[in-house]
């Protein structure tokens, strides 16, 4: 089955009407008009905020570096031959200079600045363009700790700094932080069509989490991971990871948190009683969502979840609000993890928190709060401060012990949200309700 999806939002003040998902000609144009947008408004300032004037990027094809690979236009699957960017920020309110140090122009975004015929050494051009504009600090990608910040190859490395004069070679400096704020800010443009993927999102996660898909006693949740996937490619969009779905029962099945996050089974009946979680993520204009949701299937009789579970699911919500009321321009994420553990243990929770970035990547580049297996904080990575037009995976579960079933739960939750700098808003909501799946009819 292929649904149309037909949105009506408002976010921000504009609305957006898509009656489907774009063809890829409209994404193309949508996809550069974006680009666009970012090199004009969002790297400048971040260029000026790190101190930066000169950023080079490099990449052989299909060894892409994943900074530059956001920074290709919508026709370009790949890199060519061997690419090189220049971007210069001349200061004093002048616009970028993005240039190609490379056989073809990059687009419309990057000036062809190689003529391999008047030069054919496209190593001594690059150093050229570098002398002439005399920058104070040429950051490249290089970093130990933020893998998408560490896109250049070292063999890229040992000839870049090899055709260096040792006074420029004095001026480069790791673009970890650059490539981190490039990543991670999203632009007016993006936000605009942020909420639409996450409302495909939460529609597909509905409809799969309903009797549509699901017959109690026959689906397992291998059926409903895979129906996920194909509905997924009918409406043309692609997974970033593959979903699951997984079941919490009242059986002797204690919760494990390996179980749960990298070995959860495939095939197992769904039945009534059960508590169904899922993970699912898509990507769509180059923006990917990350959301997990919880269903229970009726037994017949019940007309609504018990309300064990559904006090569960409240508390739940209650830590999503404590995590998101600790979100501040300057704050790291180690210590946002910190402070919302400690209120929600105040509270009277069992939190349990590992909220990452999101946007060009599922995993996106900023502040690590917390991971599942490391709830004291991540070195470095959560370190990292949070910055305004950000976007996050809050990610989360709260543990509650439900006497019914004599065995404690997991209420594991996954919503889309933006921080403007002030707040936290999600962009398509939250999951509240449970999804009720009824009982199969008798045939």
Do not use: C
């Not at 997924?232 to 699951?244: C, E, K």
């Not at 990575?381 to 996050?392: E, I, L």
């Amino acid at each position: 089955m292929k649904k149309i999806i037909f949105l009506l939002l408002t976010f921000f003040g504009f609305s957006v009407q898509a009656s489907s998902v774009l063809s890829m000609k409209e994404r193309s144009v949508l996809i550069d008009s974006i680009l666009e947008q970012r090199f004009n408004d969002v790297l400048p300032q971040i260029m000026e905020r790190e101190g930066i004037d000169m950023w080079v990027l490099m990449s052989r094809e299909y060894n892409e570096d994943p900074v530059l690979k956001t920074m290709l236009p919508s026709t370009w699957i790949s890199a060519r031959r061997h690419t090189m960017l220049v971007i210069f920020n001349p200061m004093n309110g002048q616009p970028l200079e993005r240039l190609a140090v490379a056989r073809y122009a990059v687009g419309s975004l990057f000036k062809k600045a190689w003529d391999k015929e008047a030069q054919p050494d496209q190593w001594q051009a690059l150093k050229h363009i570098i002398e002439a504009r005399n920058p104070s600090k040429i950051a490249i990608n290089t970093s130990d700790a933020f893998a998408l910040a560490d896109g250049m190859t070292s063999t890229e490395h040992e000839k870049f700094m090899g055709v260096l004069s040792n006074e420029l070679k004095s001026r480069v400096v790791s673009g970890e932080r650059l490539a981190i704020g490039w990543l991670e800010t999203r632009s007016d443009l993006e936000m605009q069509y942020y909420p639409v993927l996450t409302q495909i999102g939460h529609s597909l996660i509905a409809t799969a989490f309903s009797n549509e898909v699901i017959t109690p006693n026959v689906t397992t949740t291998d059926d409903v991971v895979w129906w996920l996937r194909d509905q997924t490619r009918a409406l043309g969009l692609t997974n970033w990871f593959h979903p699951t779905v997984s079941i919490q029962r009242q059986d002797n099945d204690v919760f494990d948190q390996i179980t749960a996050f990298s070995k959860r089974p495939g095939e197992n009946i769904i039945r009534p009683g059960d508590l169904i979680h899922v993970d699912f993520g898509i990507t769509y204009l180059r923006l990917n969502t990350d959301q997990q949701q919880h269903a229970y299937v009726l037994k017949p009789g019940e007309k609504d979840a018990p309300a064990s579970l559904k006090k569960a699911l409240k508390l739940g919500n209650q830590l999503q609000d404590i995590l998101t009321s600790n979100f501040k321009v300057g704050r790291t994420g180690n210590a946002i993890l910190s402070r919302s553990r400690q209120q929600a243990i105040e509270q009277g929770i069992s939190p349990a928190i590992y909220t990452h970035p999101l946007g060009f990547h599922g995993h996106a580049a900023g502040p690590t709060i917390g991971m599942w297996d490391a709830q004291e904080g991540v070195p470095i990575q959560g370190d990292y401060p949070m910055f305004a037009q950000t976007a996050y995976s809050i990610e989360l579960n709260a543990a509650s012990f439900i006497e019914e079933w004599n065995k404690e739960i997991r209420i594991m939750l996954e919503e889309d949200a933006f921080f403007d700098g002030e707040k936290v808003m999600y962009l398509d909501g939250r999951q509240t309700e449970f999804h009720l799946i009824h009982p199969a009819k008798k045939q």
